[in-house]
C-alpha cells in the first residue's frame, strides 16, 4: 500500500512547490491580494509585498496572475541578481521581444514604445518582480524611472515587487526615497496564527482527497504551530515528514507525539515566534485592543442610523467594500467588493473611490477624490461613515473649527501637486 492510499488521500498534500490551488486564504493573504488587484485599477499602481521565506508570495502571485482578464498584459521577472541592462532585457524577452543586442538606451526605448502602444489598444501592462530583495540600488532606481512612463493622461506600466523583508529595509534606505514614494501600497504577509494553522492543514487534506475528519489529532496542532511559527513552507515540511514517520509506522492518524518525532527528525527547535513577538505585532496589526497612540483616525459606521461599527486606523491605506479581506467590511449589495480607500497622513485623510459601481457622495454631492474634515459623514450606498481625527480630539471646542484646518489639498508625494477639495466625477 502506498503513501497516498494508507491516508486515503489521492495527492501530497504538503508539497512545496508553490502551487494556487492549494492556497489557504487566510485574511492576511486576501489582503494582500486585494492590494495587487489594485494596480489594475489604479493607472499609476506600485505595490510592495514582503514576507517571511515560505510565507506563500510566491504561491499568492501565481494565483492573482491566473485570475487577470484578457485585457491585462503581464511580464514576471523573478531572476533579479542582474544588471540594469540586464534588467530591462529580461523584461522585454518576458513580453515576447530579443532585445539581447540592444544599448540601454535602445531598450528604453523599445519598452516606451511597447507600453504607448498597449496603451492605445486598450491593454493594461503589469510588471511583477519576485525575489526583488536581491535587486540592486542601481536596478531599483531604473524601475522608479520606467515606472514614470506615461501618456498626456496616467502612467502606463502597473509594478508589484515582491520579496523578503530585506526589501522593505532596501527601500526605506536614504538613497530611494523617490522609489518609497512611488509606492501606493505596502503589505507585509506575516505568520500564520494558532486558528489558521489548524485550517491550513486541514484545507489541504481536504484538497489533497482526504474526505474523513480526524487524519491529524486536535492536540497535534498546536505542536506544528510551535516548532513552525505559522509559516506555510515550514507547516508543509513537518506535517509531511510526520506523515511519513506515521506510514513507516503504520499509524493511521497523527498525534502531538509524531509530530514532535518528526521535529527531532529535521532537528528542529521550537519556532521563534513562541517569543510573543510575531503575536504581538499580529495583535498591533488587526487593531485588537485599546487603541495605542500610532492611530489618528477614527471611523464610526452606520447603517439606518444605527452605528454598526467603530474603527480606528494608523497612518496608511484602509480598503473599505463588501470583500471580507477589506480593512473596513461592508456588507451590502450596494457597496463594491472594492469600493473605497482611506489615506490618512500628517496632514489628514483623504478619501478616494475606487472605480466602485454606485460612487461615494458627500451630501448630495458624488466625490471622486476627497480630503474629509474632521466630523465629515460620507455615503457608500446604504451605510454612512463619519471620520473623526483622533489627534484633534479634545484640541477645539467647536467642530467648525478643526473642520477649517483640514480643508487642504491632498499633497501628491511624488510631485507636490495639490487638488481641490472635491473633484466630481
Known sequence: MSYLEHFELSEQPFGLTPDPEF??????????????????????????????????????????????????????????????TQFLQAVLTEFGFKPFDKRKVELLDMLNMFLIEQYTNGKKVVLVVDEAQNLTAKVLEEIRMISGIETHKEKVLRIILAGQPELKETLDSDGLKQLAQRVRLRFHLGPLDRRETREYVERRLSIAGRKKAGLFADDSFDVIYRFSGGIPRLINTLCDTALLCCFADDKQSVEAVDIICAAEELNWQEHESNTGVYEQLREAELGRGSVDDSHVTRIEVRENDEVVDVLTFPLGRVIIGRSLDNEIYIESKFTSRHHAQLVSDESGCVIEDLNSTNGVFLGEKQVKKYRLRDGDTISLGIHKLTYYDIRTAGEFDGRETIAEDAVEGDDEADSGDQESAVNEQ
Open 23 to 84: 492556497l489557504y486564504w487566510s485574511k492576511q493573504h486576501a489582503r494582500a491580494k486585494a492590494y495587487m488587484e489594485s494596480t489594475i485599477w489604479l493607472a499609476d499602481g506600485f505595490v510592495v509585498i514582503t514576507g517571511e521565506i515560505g510565507s506563500g508570495k510566491t504561491t499568492l502571485l501565481q494565483s492573482f496572475l491566473s485570475e487577470l482578464d484578457d485585457e491585462v498584459l503581464y511580464a514576471v521577472v523573478s531572476q533579479t541578481q542582474l544588471t540594469p
